[in-house]
Every structure is written in C-alpha cells, then in structure tokens.
C-alpha cells in the first residue's frame, strides 16, 4: 500500500479503528449461537458491545453502519427464540462486516485511481 496518499492512510487507519471492534462482537455472537447454558449473559455483553459500537461509528463517520449497530443492539435485548436471535445477530454483524470490507476496497480503489496518470 506503498501508492497511498497520507489521507488515504488516514481513512484506512480510521477504518482498521472501528474494524477491531466488529471482530470482537463477531465472537460474542458465535459465542451466543453455539452456548449450551448462559446465553442471557453473553446477549447483555452484545447489547453493551453494540452499545458502545454504535457510538465509535457514528464519532468514525460511518453513519450507516451506527443505524445498523442500533439495531443489532435492539436485537440482542429482544426476547425471541435463541435460534433466531443467533440468526439475526449473525447477519447483522455479517452485514457490517461486509460494509466495512467494502469501504476498505473503496478507499483503496479511488486512492489508486487519483494517483494514476491520465492517458490522453
């Protein structure tokens, strides 16, 4: 990543901030969906990981993903089958986690074709 520009970097930099805290909800929510006992405890430490997730988007820039952490929070506090809380709260954090992969192309992406030579 040697052609990226400092802001660039910077936005990347951004996104490796708020990337780490997905991959650790990512595990609480496999942790939920494979516990034979305890699962209440695990959807509160979602909920609060969500919490606080939602915040560091929103201060990040990244809006869309914050509305989603939102909701991902409403849904850990539900009561609703264990199955089916596993199921949506895998595939909201599949979703953000997705999102954030493609924000990272994107930036590399457009940093790339700003530092290419125009052919004329």
Same mark, same amino acid.
């Given at each position: 990543?040697?052609?990226? %520009?400092?802001?660039?970097q @910077?936005?990347?930099?951004? *996104?490796a901030?708020?990337?780490?805290? @997905?991959?650790?909800?990512?595990? *609480?929510?496999?942790? +939920?969906?494979? @516990?034979?006992?305890?699962? &209440?405890?695990?959807?509160q430490q979602?909920?609060r =990981?969500?919490r606080?997730?939602?915040?560091?988007l929103?201060?990040?820039? +990244?809006?869309?993903?914050s509305? *989603?952490?939102g909701?991902?929070?409403?849904?850990?506090? =539900?009561?609703?089958?264990?199955r089916?809380k @596993?199921?949506?709260? =895998?595939?909201?954090?599949?979703?953000?986690?997705?999102?954030?992969e +493609?924000?990272?192309? &994107?930036?590399?992406?457009?940093? %790339?074709?700003? =530092?290419?030579?125009?052919?004329?």
């Amino acid at each position: 990543m040697s052609g990226i %520009t400092p802001l660039g970097q @910077a936005k990347l930099a951004r *996104l490796a901030e708020v990337q780490r805290p @997905a991959q650790t909800i990512h595990g *609480l929510t496999e942790q +939920f969906a494979t @516990a034979r006992s305890g699962e &209440d405890q695990i959807a509160q430490q979602i909920k609060r =990981r969500y919490r606080q997730y939602k915040l560091k988007l929103m201060g990040a820039g +990244f809006d869309h993903l914050s509305q *989603l952490a939102g909701a991902m929070e409403i849904a850990a506090g =539900r009561n609703s089958s264990r199955r089916t809380k @596993a199921r949506i709260l =895998r595939e909201g954090i599949a979703s953000i986690r997705t999102q954030l992969e +493609f924000e990272e192309k &994107d930036i590399v992406r457009s940093e %790339t074709i700003e =530092r290419e030579p125009k052919a004329e």
